[in-house]
């Protein structure tokens, strides 16, 4: 069992940044591949971004502007967001998975942690 609780979500005006956070307590931290994904209100849960021993993926809307990373020893996992636009304001879930890429099904999931961009 994997447990997973984002932080670092909040209120920023536009072309502001942010960190999320992911801490994972459980099983072996850097077993798992790491995803963020994010579902604004109306829409259905979108990837964002994961991590794996293979390296990093970012969805089209957000290569560029954020990056992520993972603390293996502090069983951590980021999301650094700059240039934040209106359209990045949503709820952010932290996903862990045995797999190689995080998906929806991913069996592992955050609360989420809300973002919220002000134009």
């Known amino acids: 069992q994997v447990q997973l609780v984002e932080s670092g979500g909040g209120l920023v005006q536009a072309g502001g940044s942010l960190r999320l956070s992911c801490a994972a307590s459980?099983?072996?931290?850097?077993?798992?591949?790491m995803g963020w994904f994010r579902q604004a209100p109306g829409k259905e849960r979108e990837f964002v971004a994961a991590?794996?021993?293979?390296?990093?993926s970012y969805a089209d809307s957000v290569k560029g502007r954020f990056t992520m990373s993972r603390d293996n020893a502090k069983n951590t996992a980021y999301l650094q967001m700059n240039s934040l636009k209106p359209e990045d304001t949503a709820v952010y879930y932290c996903?862990?998975?045995?797999?190689?890429?995080?998906?929806?099904?991913?069996?592992?999931w955050g609360q989420g942690t809300q973002v919220t961009v002000s134009s």
């Open positions: 996903a862990a998975d045995i797999k190689p890429f995080p998906s929806k099904f991913s069996p592992y």
């Open positions: 991590i794996s021993w293979s390296g990093t």
């Open positions: 459980g099983r072996i931290f850097s077993s798992y591949a």
